[in-house]
């Protein structure tokens, strides 16, 4: 019993359940549990059937030798460790790990070829085997999952290494199988015969909807008559199936590689608290002996991204007219989770994504920022060979190395970082090939739930729910019309231009904060008033810098920054341009 309780005895069985999973035998006189956790019928129906019957026979009744708790009267045998762990502790439980020597060595640790290292989770594809739907057909009924093996030579042992099966399945299926569904029955295979073991979790998918259950017993190949269930395991399925749909977007993004074989351990936490709520989950955790100040891992897998509200202190610090804009830019990206800010040059861009996005994200820690331009490609932005220096040979060679989207997508989904926003900002986005840049990316910005095969590593790679992308756009570097309609569906696009609030009125805030007088403001908006296409107006970030204020400052600044734009802008116009936008001239258009 958990908490330094009273010790329940029993043994494994020679005998084998229906299903293949090994019996186990609770001895007399053991002492169980008085209650069981709310939770307990919902997730182990038949367990809780099992005890319910038990204590109305009398099999288990009020213990006479340890006060408070119920005592087996008889000897009870259970279809699996795990059941027999189930009717003393009133929870589910981990039988293989839960049942121990006197010396505290697990039962697993003395069943031959049981695998290696903790409890794992995995998914089982088995809707769709050579055109039937075996999960309804015989795994759920049946209580077990299985592979096809046709080909695959009888009497394989479970435990086997995979390089031995990789060299059986390139024998048995010389001139059935390509190349790369050799590739994939030798991941499947060894998964399966070899990684696999009792108490670990399992999981399948059909209908629709999510199904799980326990590992309870060792592989069997069978001669299967139609080809689809060669290889068979034990399993102790629970009776609910959890909508595909109402899924975290974590666990769908993994459920969506495809594989017949998936190793579902990182979202282990999520699929053992699925239909089941935080109290439910603390509950269930008081029960079990453990450390108080280890959070539960099932409520720290599910605990909720959120980002932060807009505040005053930020709206002042920004110098933005009104906090009500900022909130809107922030449930775009909550919406949307990619935007670009666009406008002219000086706008202030990348300055309020820098500080938005380190707002939002809890400090620059969580923030990266990188800068597109026309040789810019997916390996520099993702991922790709790249010649490399070996540090104890000095040989230079070509290896995979990841780019900042890679490295960002990796610390974003790291254990404990999932509910922290991550964000990336690409500055001049419009700037590079975009198709060319991003790739099979592009397919992961408007579907976030799925995941896709990587081009070089291979790897299935998803973007984590907490990334979130900011892009700036220089208009009058590339004109907006130019970014094609993909783009615009995956980003939601905030405009920010000198003739509209928050740029309009920025640079006459930032004057009346820095105590400084309002003719630079004048001056900048009769020069955008006498400039026509929207696009080449000039922003106030020019005119927001110590070095303007200084003596000639202003005079220098018009002449070496901004005249020089606006005669490339009109270029070959034959427009005096110091007469139209000079200084001098404007003064004098202010009277």
């Known amino acids: 019993m958990p908490n330094s309780g009273p010790l329940a005895r ?48 009398g099999a288990i009744s009020q213990s006479d030798t340890w006060p408070g708790h119920l005592e087996t ?13 189930e009717i003393l502790l009133g929870r589910s439980a981990n039988g293989w790990v839960e049942w121990k020597t006197s010396d505290g060595h697990p039962l697993a640790d003395f069943l031959n070829h049981v695998g290696w290292g903790p409890k794992r989770t995995w998914l089982v594809r088995g809707s769709n085997v050579s055109g039937l739907d075996l999960v309804q057909r015989m795994w759920l009924p049946e209580d077990r999952i299985s592979l096809a093996a046709t080909r695959l030579r009888q009497a394989v042992e479970q435990g086997v290494a995979k390089d031995s099966l990789r060299s059986m399945i390139e024998q048995d299926y010389e001139s059935t199988a390509t190349y790369s569904q050799k590739l994939e029955l030798v991941e499947g295979l060894h998964a399966f015969l070899s990684r696999m073991k009792p108490g670990d979790t399992v999981c399948t998918i059909s209908g629709g909807r999510l199904y799980a259950g326990e590992i309870t017993g060792s592989v069997e190949q069978v001669e299967s008559e139609d080809g689809r269930s060669n290889l068979r395991r034990p399993v102790e399925w629970k009776d609910i199936g959890y909508a595909y749909d109402e899924l975290p977007e974590t666990l769908q993004q993994k459920l969506s590689v495809q594989h017949d074989v998936v190793d579902l351990t990182s979202v282990q936490p999520l699929v053992e608290g699925l239909g089941l709520t935080d109290e439910e989950l603390a509950e269930e955790a008081e029960a079990v002996e453990r450390d108080p100040s280890v959070e539960i891992p099932m409520i720290t897998a599910r605990r909720e991204l959120e980002l932060p509200e807009p505040t005053d202190e930020l709206a002042a610090d920004l110098l933005v007219h009104r906090l009500d804009w900022l909130s809107e830019v922030r449930d775009l990206l909550w919406d949307e989770r990619q935007l670009v800010l666009y406008g002219p040059p000086g706008t202030g861009k990348t300055y309020l994504a820098l500080k938005l996005a380190e707002f939002l994200g809890g400090g620059p820690e969580q923030v990266k920022l990188v800068q597109f331009h026309p040789s810019y490609a997916y390996e520099d932005f993702f991922e790709g060979f790249r010649p490399q220096e070996d540090p104890e040979t000095r040989e230079v060679a070509f290896r995979l ?16 970082n999932r509910h922290v926003p991550h964000f990336l900002i690409i500055d001049e986005i419009n700037r590079a090939n975009l198709a060319k840049v991003f790739g099979e990316l592009y397919f992961l910005l408007e579907y976030r739930n799925k995941s896709v095969r990587l081009t070089y590593s291979g790897d299935d790679f998803a973007l984590p729910p907490n990334l979130f992308v900011i892009g700036t756009m220089n208009t009058a570097d590339r004109s907006i019309a130019l970014v094609d309609a993909a783009m615009r569906r995956r980003f939601a696009f905030v405009e920010l231009s000198p003739g509209t609030e928050p740029t309009s009125g920025l640079l006459r805030r930032w004057l009346d904060r820095e105590g400084k007088g309002a003719e630079p403001a004048d001056l900048l908006d009769a020069l955008n008033s006498r400039i026509e296409e929207e696009d080449f107006r000039i922003g ?27 005669e490339e802008h009109h270029y070959g116009e034959g427009i005096d341009i110091e007469k139209r936008y000079g200084l001098t001239a404007l003064r004098e258009s202010l009277g």
């Not at 106030?540 to 606006?566: A, C, D, H, N």
């Open 401 to 416: 190395t990841a780019g900042p989207l890679r490295e960002l997508a990796d610390l974003a989904s790291r254990e404990g």
């Open 73 to 85: 009267t008889r000897g009870i045998e259970c279809n699996s460790p795990s059941a027999a762990a």
């Open 10 to 57: 029993g043994r494994l069985l020679a005998e084998k359940g229906t299903n293949g999973s090994q019996k186990f035998l609770v001895l007399a006189g053991s002492p169980a549990r008085p209650e069981v956790v709310p939770s307990f019928p919902l997730r182990m129906p038949s367990s809780h059937r099992l005890r319910q019957r038990l204590i109305g026979e």
């Open 540 to 566: 106030p970030s020019y005119l927001m810098k110590k070095g303007v204020y200084r003596e000639g400052g202003l005079e220098r600044t018009w002449r070496t920054k901004i005249l020089p734009l606006l």
